[in-house]
């Protein structure tokens, strides 16, 4: 499919966008203490910044292969008719990456994370050389699967051992139940809690997973001992490469962005100037209309503090400059996923769908669920062409489980009705109830606390492994009154792509 790039005129309006968007927001949204004193000197660093002249190959065997986006993270360049490229960058741009193209293997590093990128280290001629070795599919993935794993968040020994008992054997489950579609993996930040020792057991299983991953800095994956955004993601890198990037499956493409700016004492959700104008040249190449989706950590906006009754979402939970994304993705059918919050929910806003997915570890591996009432799992996109439908998986549960429901009385301050949580409802799902087999209408949703969590969550000794986590409200909880006369009670959701899902309401 030919790609069309923007005129002169057109580009030079994006990037003065850009440039301004960022900029702009960025004094809005960083905390007083960054900008009380401008005049401050920047921080230094020890190497004197050259430039770097890349000369390389993108290649399948000995064929060269044209077309293919190369990038040092500000300039997007194009492979030639026999697969050559040349890039001009400094040495401060630490990887030059490819974006892997449709209808090759997504390459893969020695533990099966995928691995497109080499790190920029130029000769005393200031010049180096990049090749990049491609192998075409031996399947078309115009049909193919995402499992987006938010949050597996291990601390110790004793959770990366869970991991490996409870989350990699469903996933091996699941793929063995895709029939041979091509599929891949999306870690959506906080692959660990903060010890980044541990992210070899990390890769272990995703060895063992078998399918290639992508990796998405969260907050939790920081070296937290540096005063600098940069030099935050020097362990993340060292594992995974590149912060931010660009590949292709079929009909789609696929962006992942980090969204987590680290300040010196703590983070606030920011897409900073570089990412964004590397963003720009991007997508400069995908035609208008295409499908787009966005892999990042702090959802762009999220809607926890429409349920808090709020007016605006806290910075580290939402991405302040989210306007400039937005404007980005105009062109495009674009979604967001993103994890962070620990819940379920899908917003609609500035044009683009955001998906918020449950955890691998629910709250903080603590127990079965969320905050919110999720279960601990993770979300499977089945796409086909540019159509794209998606699943909750819970972990230990088949495609079924997609509701919760608690018997007349659950919640005090509706006695006499019926609660169910549906977490990854939409606008789109529609929720009746029955009773004694005769259908008796909708159920009504309202912002509450799911019961379960309130049993698990609420307390100060509670739960026993995070004493701090608390129920959230949510906007995905229904209610209905029913009589009470001891006839069975049924909840039955259809989702927005017409698959039913039902669940009998316990007598007590």
Sequence with gaps: MKKNSPDPATRMRRRDFIRTAALGTAALALPSRLIADPYAPLPTRSNAVKPVRIRGHVRNAARGVPGVAVSDGLAVVDTASDGTFELVTTSRQPFVFCSVPSGYEIPRSATGTASFFHPIAAGED???????????????????????????????????GWLHEQTVPDVQALLRSLEGREALGI?????????????????????????????????????????????????????????YYSFDRGEVHYVVLDDV?????????????????WLAADLARIEPGRTVIVALHIPVLGSRHVRNGERRPEVHIAVNNREALYRLLEPYNAHILAGHTHESEHVFEGGVHEHVCG???????????????????????????????????????????????????????????????????????????????????????????DPLSV??????????????????????????????????????????????????????
């Design 126 to 160: 200031g010049a180096m050389e990049a090749t990049f070795d491609l192998a075409p599919l031996t399947r078309s993935d115009d049909r193919h699967v995402v499992l987006l794993l938010a949050d597996p968040q291990t601390e110790d020994e004793l959770e990366t």
């Design 187 to 243: 870690a959506c930040g906080d692959i660990m809690y903060d010890n980044l020792h541990l992210y070899p057991d990390y890769e272990r299983a995703v060895s063992r997973m078998g399918i290639p991953f992508f990796q998405v800095v969260g907050n939790h994956d920081l070296d937290q001992a540096s005063p600098t955004d940069d030099g935050s993601v020097a362990t993340f890198t060292r594992h995974f490469g590149p912060r």
């Design 261 to 277: 700016f680290w300040h010196g004492s703590g983070y606030i959700g920011y897409l900073d100037e570089h990412q964004l104008t």
């Design 359 to 449: 955890a691998v570890c629910g709250a903080w591996w603590s127990g079965p669920i969320c905050g919110d009432g999720t279960p601990s799992g993770y979300a499977v996109y089945e796409i086909n062409g540019s159509d794209i439908s998606w699943r909750y998986k819970s972990t230990g549960h088949d495609f079924d489980h997609q509701i919760r429901t608690y018997p007349m009385g659950t919640d005090p301050a509706a006695p006499d009705e019926i609660v169910a949580n549906i977490w990854d409802w939409d606008p789109e799902w529609k929720v009746v109830w029955y009773e004694g087999g005769d259908r008796r209408g909708a159920m009504g949703r309202r912002v509450a606390l």
């Design 455 to 508: 049993e698990l969550h609420t307390g100060p000794d509670l739960p026993p492994r995070r004493t701090w986590v608390e129920p959230h409200r949510v906007n995905h909880i229904f209610y209905a009154p029913v009589s009470g006369s001891g006839s069975e009670i049924t909840v039955e959701a259809t989702d927005r792509f017409g698959r039913v899902y039902s669940a009998a309401v316990p007598t007590s």
